[in-house]
């Protein structure tokens, strides 16, 4: 007998083959089991705990699964899934999940049996052809038709905490992205969510008062409340990002001063600089000056003197926004200053005392290409969770925007391609007839997922359910997510963005597939160390004495 070869260390871990395979499918049904309860208008919340001690109560997949630290790999992978869904089209992160982790549960019978690859290659074939069923059923629609979108919206937030206050939330949803979407020619319309929608929470108030405003609100005061006008019809507005203020030198500067006079004309020189500065701006006659950096005291008073009001230190994104809201242009240097660059835009500038603390808004804006949402509520949990709802809807709206397609909610369009695909399943010759089966009935995991969530005979209803589709004579048969009952989806106004659907079934499918090639798993890898090195010390903590003793780079 040979002595057995030692390859890898003893520190690693090696798994292989079965075992692996059965632990990532065990790994993506544990994590798909986590939001399964998430899906669907009778949704629980889930209470999470972040490490900072906050409490996150949500029923959105992506946000419940961001705050898991989990321990195996298959796991984590999971859970990219859900973030690359919401980062793409912003819904249908609890789906793509549960949809993973069935394709990878009904794998679980043949894994032994047929190659993995194979079971990859059927699986991408039934991707294929489930995602030309989805452009058959798709029915087009008018992103202009304001009824059509807000039955979307709504059925997409139906699903949400925030589902209980009926159209509020698609209202602003809809609002909020048709004033911010440009054209972009060929008929196209972008909308950029991220930039030029801001979302204010604000405690307090009722969830009624929420609204989208024309225009932009700013959590800031003007710079010398009692000496400028708070409240600015048709203000001209006017964005730097320089500071009204004596430029001091970059580094320690020393002037040597020999006789006194030229201090007076030092301290004379700096308050001509500024009062230059604000003349410059004054040229212009604005209402209103806002800057992103700082304003001396000085400038505040020619400024308040000309009854000019000012704001500083704003952020750069809020003053992007000022600036798309009231079609000003943002000036690097005063001197620059043209009557172009003045916003003339805006129908009104005011602050207002809202809980207490002072707001600035720049509203009833003529063609504002940026805008803020303003969101009132009881507590801080409630806000944040309205604001994940928000994100959503918006980007559905978004979606519908950009591919104005729709296909059927309730787990109707699931239904439909899980019917087409059993059909074709018959023509598949070969050993991939199984696995392309297998997929056609993981589809039927989200219709399956409502109808457990309502509380009715999961059986039953799915049973009949597949009987009116086997047919295939109409593809909008689905399940009501608040009764259970089986009913036409157009009529009950339940749909979903086309581009949301056929996004979960690629990245469901490709994750599947992906997780089903490992046959290894190694952990317990340590960082390389080089040679000769020991193992890592305590950090040596530098005292005084031998912070001088350190060599100075030369410059």
Known sequence: MHAPVLVLKDSLKRESGAKVRYGVIQAAKAVADVVRTTLGPRSMLKMLLDAQGGIVVTNDGNAILRELDLAHPAAKSMIELSRTQDEEVGDGTTSVIILAGEML????????????????????????????????????IDAQDRGIMLGLVKSCIGTKFTGQFGDLIADLAIDATTTVGVEIGQGLRDVDIKNYIKVEKVPGGQLEDSRVLKGVMINKDVVAPGKMRRKIVNPRIILLDCPLEYKKGENQTNAELLKEEDWSLLLKMEEEYIEELCMQILKFKPDLVITEKGLSDLACH??????????????KTDNNRIAKACGAVIVNRPDELQESDVGTGAGLFEVKKIGDEYFAFIVDCKDPKACTVLLRGASKDLLNEVERNLQDAMSVARNIIKNPKLVPGGGATELTVSAALKQKSSSIEGIEKWPYEAAAIAFEAIPRTLAQNCGVNVIRTMTALQG?????ENAWI?????????????????????NVKAQAFKTA????????????????IKKKQAPGASAPSKPKVETEADADSEQILPD
């Open 509 to 524: 499918i490709e994750a599947a597939c992906m997780l089903l090639r490992i046959d290894d798993i190694v952990s317990g």
């Open 302 to 315: 020619y400024l308040s003197k000309h009854g000019v009001s000012a704001i500083r230190r704003l952020r």
């Open 478 to 498: 689905g399940i009501d997510g608040n009764t259970g009952s089986i009913t036409d989806m157009k009529e009950r106004k339940i749909w979903d963005a086309y």
């Open 105 to 140: 549960h009904v794998a679980d019978a043949f894994i032994d049996k047929i190659h993995p690859t194979v079971i990859c290659r059927a699986y991408n074939k039934a991707l294929e052809d489930a995602i030309a069923v989805l452009d058959k059923i798709a029915m087009p």
């Open 468 to 472: 009116k589709h086997a047919n295939g």
